[in-house]
């Protein structure tokens, strides 16, 4: 089978293609062999139902005892592999600070996909995956690590057909991203060997303000080329975040609407019901700005209020989601339209939870947001006057993330006030999670003898119209780097312009008081609901 695949892939072994036309069931070793039937004059080779797999590769975690690894990295390989999207002769490459051999990491992968994998367990598919796992244990200054890591990669490529290709992802704190890079070149892993490739897959924060950004961006583009690099923002790899391109721009209805002459404001809010539970180390002066209006938010945003872009390739939505946040102004007044708070101690769903000051590890006079809300501007031709309100926190009400388009009212109403008392404002609200969908708010009347209109909502869910589930979004997002498709990974461009953005925020919050406090399980603090009252607007209580 590794023969074929080699003879099939293309120079860059990106896509192996199969017949089915539907994503088929993996094979009982859980790989699906490619076929070479693409003489078939019936198939359309624009079809983009056919699934899309990777070609010969392997992938080295650095980092790979920390939780990410554990619970998204691990288990979305395995889902991958179980849906037949690896290679045959994948293979997988841990490195860490550990004293392990080969079977232990392979065990602790083992542990991690049966508690969190997605798709079914199965032996066969498993065993296949774990005779190409090797573990390198070291430190990331450690040459000799570097150079064990080396003879793995050479030794996987012959036994498992691996061709070269491979890619390294960085789930390590942001400090050690530069060592990691230089160590990567110093031992000529970095650069490609003939007719291969290399790719270096980077977590969030990709630096801490605009300055580290770029110092950070210097750094990697000194040992990688900008197409080998891929930021990961998991966000994006999440379905109905796609889908905001699909109801956008594959629609005719919503388009007509979707700007400053009907839209009066937007929210897009990022709730969580957890506390910062062990990360402490990673929370305390990061805060929840950083941790996700940085990234997640502003691209939510960039997607909502981005122009049509040419094509869906990379460079194309780089260049319309750059030209949304090229647009943002921030408000003059920042102490009345931005908030940020702590969660403090109280009861939440049946527990007493600890306030942020009180939780392991943080300074209890610590001034990190475990809460932000901010109103932006985008100011071209389409929003200009219509704010962007973006909200996130840690022990809100619940998990839910959504964008919701609040529109105008009616110019002109032909009912008695009293017959629209109950009214509201139109909305498209798309839910990102966890009830994945859409709903259109709208006003209906209320069945009786006099007229009455009130909110009514209609409802689009995934779950109900689909039979497929989603993948997760890193399982998504870890085939598109095997494939080399960077369309879903934000440029250096779009970090450092969400960087511009939040330095001054953050700056002005560093020098004017303390943070708010909000109550744990509430849906933020009073200064927050303040701030959209100021400008006769509420939030949304999702
Ligand atoms: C991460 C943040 O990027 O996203 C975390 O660092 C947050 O603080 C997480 O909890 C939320 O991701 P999701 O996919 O559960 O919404």
Same mark, same amino acid.
């Given at each position: 089978?590794?023969?074929?695949?080699?003879?099939?892939?293309?120079?860059?072994?990106?896509?192996?293609?199969?017949?089915?036309?539907?994503?088929?069931?993996?094979?009982?070793?859980?790989?699906?062999?490619?076929?070479?039937?693409?003489?078939?004059?019936?198939?359309?080779?624009?079809?983009? =139902?056919?699934?899309?797999?990777?070609?010969?590769?392997?992938?080295?975690?650095?980092?790979?005892?920390?939780?990410?690894?554990?619970?998204?990295?691990?288990?979305? &390989?395995?889902?991958?592999?179980?849906?037949?999207?690896?290679?045959?002769? $994948?293979?997988?490459?841990?490195?860490?600070?550990?004293?392990?051999?080969?079977?232990?990491?392979?065990? &602790?992968?083992?542990?991690? %996909? =049966?508690?969190?994998?997605?798709?079914?367990?199965?032996?066969? %598919?498993?065993?296949?995956?774990?005779?190409?796992?090797?573990?390198? +244990?070291?430190?990331?200054?450690?040459?000799?690590?570097?150079?064990?890591?080396?003879?793995?990669?050479?030794?996987? #490529?012959?036994?498992?057909?691996?061709?070269?290709?491979?890619?390294? @992802?960085?789930?390590?704190?942001?400090? $050690?991203?530069?060592?990691?890079?230089?160590?990567?070149?110093?031992?000529?892993?970095?650069?490609?060997?003939?007719?291969?490739?290399?790719?270096?897959?980077?977590? !969030?924060?990709?630096?801490?303000?605009?300055?580290?950004?770029?110092?950070?961006?210097?750094?990697? *583009?000194?040992?990688?080329?900008?197409?080998?690099?891929?930021?990961?923002?998991?966000?994006?790899?999440?379905?109905?975040?796609?889908?905001?391109?699909?109801?956008?721009?594959?629609?005719?209805?919503?388009?007509?609407?979707?700007?400053?002459? @009907?839209?009066?404001?937007?929210?897009?809010?990022?709730?969580?019901?957890?506390?910062?539970?062990?990360?402490?180390?990673?929370?305390?002066?990061?805060?929840?700005?950083?941790? &996700?209006?940085?990234? *997640?938010?502003?691209?939510?945003?960039?997607?909502?209020?981005?122009?049509?872009?040419?094509?869906?390739?990379?460079?194309?939505?780089?260049?319309?989601?750059? !030209?949304?946040? !090229?647009?943002?102004?921030?408000?003059?007044?920042?102490?009345? *339209?931005?908030?940020?708070?702590?969660?403090?101690?109280?009861?939440?769903?049946?527990?007493? &939870?600890?306030? @942020?000051?009180?939780?392991?590890?943080?300074?209890?006079?610590?001034?990190?947001?475990?809460?932000?809300?901010?109103?932006?501007?985008?100011?071209?031709?389409?929003?200009?006057?219509?704010?962007?309100?973006?909200?996130?926190?840690?022990?809100?009400?619940?998990?839910?993330?959504?964008?919701?388009?609040? $529109?105008?009212?009616?110019?002109?109403?032909?009912?008695?006030?009293?017959?629209?008392?109950?009214?509201?404002?139109?909305?498209?609200?798309?839910?990102?999670?966890?009830?994945?969908?859409?709903?259109?708010?709208?006003?209906?009347?209320?069945?009786?003898?006099?007229?009455?209109?009130? #909110?009514?909502?209609?409802?689009?869910?995934?779950?109900?119209?689909?039979?497929?589930?989603?993948?997760?979004?890193?399982?998504?997002?870890?085939?598109?780097?095997?494939?080399? #498709?960077?369309?879903? $990974?934000? =440029?250096?461009?779009?970090?450092?312009?969400?960087?511009?953005?939040?330095?001054?925020?953050?700056?002005?919050?560093?020098? *004017?008081?303390? +943070?708010?406090?909000?109550?744990?399980?509430?849906?933020?603090?009073?200064?927050?609901?303040?701030?959209?009252? =100021?400008?006769?607007?509420?939030?949304?209580?999702?």
């Amino acid at each position: 089978m590794t023969e074929k695949l080699s003879e099939t892939s293309a120079a860059e072994n990106e896509v192996t293609e199969v017949t089915e036309p539907q994503e088929p069931e993996a094979s009982p070793q859980g790989i699906i062999a490619p076929s070479s039937d693409w003489s078939n004059p019936l198939r359309d080779p624009r079809d983009r =139902r056919l699934p899309r797999i990777a070609g010969p590769s392997g992938l080295v975690i650095f980092g790979v005892t920390g939780d990410l690894s554990r619970k998204k990295l691990m288990p979305a &390989v395995y889902d991958l592999a179980n849906r037949g999207l690896l290679p045959p002769g $994948f293979s997988l490459v841990g490195f860490a600070r550990r004293d392990w051999e080969d079977q232990d990491f392979a065990q &602790v992968v083992h542990d991690a %996909v =049966r508690e969190y994998a997605r798709t079914e367990f199965r032996e066969e %598919v498993w065993q296949q995956l774990a005779e190409g796992m090797r573990f390198v +244990p070291g430190d990331f200054d450690d040459d000799d690590a570097f150079k064990q890591l080396r003879s793995s990669i050479e030794e996987l #490529d012959a036994s498992r057909g691996t061709s070269g290709n491979y890619a390294f @992802y960085l789930s390590v704190p942001p400090k $050690f991203f530069p060592k990691v890079v230089q160590q990567l070149k110093k031992h000529g892993l970095a650069g490609a060997p003939e007719g291969s490739w290399r790719r270096a897959v980077i977590e !969030k924060p990709f630096g801490h303000d605009l300055r580290s950004a770029e110092e950070l961006n210097r750094i990697v *583009h000194d040992v990688f080329e900008p197409d080998q690099v891929f930021r990961i923002d998991h966000y994006l790899g999440k379905e109905t975040v796609q889908n905001i391109l699909a109801l956008r721009f594959a629609n005719q209805m919503f388009e007509p609407i979707w700007n400053r002459s @009907y839209v009066d404001h937007v929210q897009i809010t990022m709730a969580e019901d957890i506390g910062i539970g062990g990360r402490a180390g990673y929370y305390d002066g990061i805060g929840s700005a950083r941790d &996700v209006i940085q990234n *997640h938010l502003l691209q939510l945003m960039a997607l909502t209020a981005m122009e049509e872009p040419a094509s869906f390739d990379a460079a194309s939505l780089l260049m319309e989601k750059l !030209k949304v946040l !090229k647009a943002v102004k921030l408000p003059g007044d920042l102490g009345k *339209h931005t908030v940020r708070a702590q969660y403090a101690a109280a009861w939440q769903g049946g527990e007493k &939870v600890r306030g @942020y000051l009180e939780e392991d590890g943080i300074d209890p006079a610590s001034m990190t947001d475990t809460y932000a809300a901010i109103k932006l501007n985008v100011d071209n031709r389409r929003w200009a006057g219509v704010p962007f309100y973006l909200r996130t926190g840690k022990r809100l009400g619940r998990r839910v993330t959504e964008i919701a388009v609040v $529109f105008q009212r009616a110019p002109h109403s032909p009912f008695d006030s009293t017959a629209t008392e109950e009214l509201g404002q139109n909305a498209i609200v798309i839910r990102v999670q966890p009830d994945e969908g859409m709903t259109v708010r709208f006003g209906s009347k209320v069945p009786g003898t006099s007229m009455e209109i009130r #909110d009514v909502t209609m409802d689009f869910a995934y779950g109900e119209s689909f039979t497929e589930s989603s993948p997760e979004a890193y399982e998504r997002l870890i085939l598109d780097v095997l494939l080399g #498709d960077a369309n879903l $990974f934000p =440029r250096h461009q779009e970090v450092e312009e969400s960087w511009r953005i939040l330095d001054p925020i953050e700056e002005y919050w560093a020098t *004017h008081g303390r +943070p708010a406090q909000y109550t744990s399980g509430s849906w933020g603090p009073e200064e927050a609901d303040e701030m959209l009252a =100021r400008d006769g607007r509420s939030w949304r209580r999702p």
